[in-house]
Structure formats: structure tokens, C-alpha cells
């Protein structure tokens, strides 16, 4: 592929590796911008290349600096928005704030909808992002969203592994559908960690559903971020007598305790993927090991720039 000025990709400061992966894939180089910040801390953009009537994808990942990089992705969707772009695609590899998807007590945001209603008064067509924490979050949005699965590139790793006797856990019951596909996938056995959450970040294990013992135990989740449920998971497989625990997760935020809690656990490999950059390096948190996802997005928007299906890079249930 060619790159052309009606085909156009930029990235936002937040995930710049992927996004260089990512445009190498497709043949592509990211476009010429200038995304600073003023002395006061506000956000500058200004694009260099010419987008009238171009198809425009924007890579951000809004993570770490949640707050500052959904303003940098608003800025440079109004920016091209007010230059005559035809089409604006945000390509969120994470979407930030997606934990908070329903009123569930009283008086609280639900802030997945009001980042949804944020997008779209930016000027964005479309928007691609991958293992959303909920996907009825999709139903937010009046403009078309595509929400990839990161279960393709964990399945290849862990068959290339060739584990044997594998059982697939989910973290909590939220988790069953993909953990069932992904079990079925692998010719695996099911089992569900029965948990209790009693505030932001915390979680209260109860019991093991499933017959984990003597077993290689896969827990298979989309968000790592205190690590406080996984490491609880982990202990809990092994009191049941699982021979070798891992860990399947998309994105890998790692805050608060997260990492110290990784290394204090019995885990063998925590396979995250390439959709948040790891803020450890390997001498840190030797367990944890990323997969990338750039292939699959340059698949995704290639599909979307030349308007083919996209299903095609879903697995079949």
C-alpha cells in the first residue's frame, strides 16, 4: 500500500511505538504534525500535512495520563474536523473511563457515555478500539465503533507454547463469554473465580467454580490494573492444586501496587498486549511479556479505509 493524501494516519504522544508499528504494517509513514504543549500545560496541534477530503485515522491509547490524552485526541479530531478531513477515525486502543458504564449506586457519572458524547462533538466518523471493558458501551455511540478482540494473538502465542491439560479461568462472571471462546479455542476446560467487589480496586475472592487440580490454569481477563483480583485468582488457583498458573490480559495499566504484587505471586507469564505501553522494563517485572496488537489494527483499518469487513479478523464462536 501507498501512501497517499487521501489515506492519512497521525498519532497522539500516548502510544507512539504501536502507532509506528502499526503505520510500518500498512506500508505507511504517520503524518507530519506539531503536538506540544504551552507553558501553562496546554495542548498545541497543528497538522502539516493536507486533509481535504481525506480518510483520517488518529492512534492514541488513553492511558497513564488518561485526562491529558483525551484532550490531545479532541484537539486533533477539531483541528482536522475544521480542515475538511472527509472521514475522522479515532483508533482508541484503550478507551479510558469505561469502568464506570452504568448508574450503579446513586448519584454517580457514568463516564463511558459522557467520553462517547466527547467524541462525537469532536468531529470523529468512527471509532476503533479493542476488548472495551463493556461492549454495550458500543450502544453509547450514533457513529459506527469496532471493538476488536485481542483473543486471536493470545490463542496463536499459547498454542505455539504447547501447554497440555489447560483449564481457562475467568476472573469474575463478566469475563465467562470470552473466557468460554477463548477455552474452546484451545480445546480447554471452564472455571469462573467467584468474586465480590467492596470498593474501586477492591475485590473479595470467594471460591473457585470448576476442577482446576493438576491443571495449567490460564486466567484470561481485559484489565490488569492493581493487580489486587489477579493475584488473588492466582493464590487461589494453586490452593486448589493448579500446577502452573498464567495470565492473559489486554490491557495492562499497572498502577498502585500492581507490579510488586506480580512478583509476590506464584504466576508463571503475564501476556499482556502492546495497546498501553509498559511502564516497567524486563529486569523490574521479568513474569510480564507483550504481544503486539499492530498488525491487527493496520488489518482493521485497512478494512475500514476500503470499506471491506472487518468481522473477518473476529474469531468465530
Not at 521479568?286 to 485497512?302: D, M, R, T, W, Y
Amino acid at each position: 500500500m501507498t501512501s497517499n493524501n487521501k489515506f492519512l494516519l497521525f498519532s497522539g504522544s500516548s502510544n507512539k511505538k504501536l502507532a509506528d508499528e502499526i503505520a510500518a504494517d500498512l506500508q505507511l509513514k504517520l503524518g507530519r504534525s506539531v503536538l506540544d504543549v504551552f507553558s501553562d500545560g496546554e495542548i498545541r496541534f497543528q497538522s502539516h500535512e493536507n486533509v481535504r477530503g481525506a480518510d483520517v485515522f488518529i492512534i492514541q491509547s488513553l492511558c497513564k495520563d488518561s485526562n491529558f490524552n483525551i484532550m490531545e485526541l479532541l484537539l486533533m479530531a477539531d483541528a482536522f474536523k475544521r480542515a475538511s478531513a472527509r472521514r475522522i477515525t479515532a483508533v482508541i486502543t484503550y478507551y479510558a473511563y469505561a469502568r464506570q458504564d452504568r448508574k450503579d449506586r446513586p448519584r454517580v457519572a457514568i463516564s463511558a457515555r459522557l467520553l462517547a458524547d466527547l467524541l462525537e462533538t469532536a468531529g470523529f466518523s468512527r471509532v476503533l478500539t479493542i476488548d472495551l471493558h463493556a461492549t454495550q458501551i458500543q450502544g453509547f455511540f450514533s457513529i459506527p465503533v469496532d471493538n476488536l478482540m485481542a483473543l486471536p494473538v493470545f490463542i496463536t502465542h499459547f498454542k505455539k507454547m504447547k501447554l497440555s491439560n489447560l483449564v481457562i479461568v475467568s476472573p469474575d462472571a463478566g469475563g465467562v463469554e470470552r473466557a468460554r471462546i477463548f477455552a474452546q479455542k484451545l480445546n480447554a476446560d471452564l472455571a469462573i473465580a467467584d468474586k465480590r467487589r467492596t470498593a474501586p480496586n477492591v475485590a473479595e475472592l470467594m471460591h473457585i467454580i470448576g476442577d482446576v487440580e493438576g491443571k495449567n490454569a490460564i486466567i484470561v481477563d481485559d484489565i490488569i490494573d492493581t493487580a489486587g483480583t489477579l493475584s488473588e485468582t492466582i493464590k487461589a488457583l494453586k490452593k486448589k492444586g493448579a500446577k502452573k498458573v498464567f495470565a492473559a490480559c489486554t490491557h495492562g495499566i499497572f498502577s498502585g501496587q500492581a507490579i510488586q504484587r506480580i512478583n509476590d505471586s506464584p504466576v508463571e507469564k503475564i501476556f499482556v498486549t502492546s495497546t498501553i505501553p509498559l511502564r516497567v522494563n524486563k529486569s523490574e517485572c521479568p513474569k510480564i511479556e507483550v504481544l503486539s496488537v499492530a498488525g491487527l489494527f493496520a488489518a482493521a483499518i485497512e478494512s475500514i479505509h476500503k470499506e471491506t469487513s472487518v468481522s473477518k479478523l473476529f474469531l468465530k464462536k
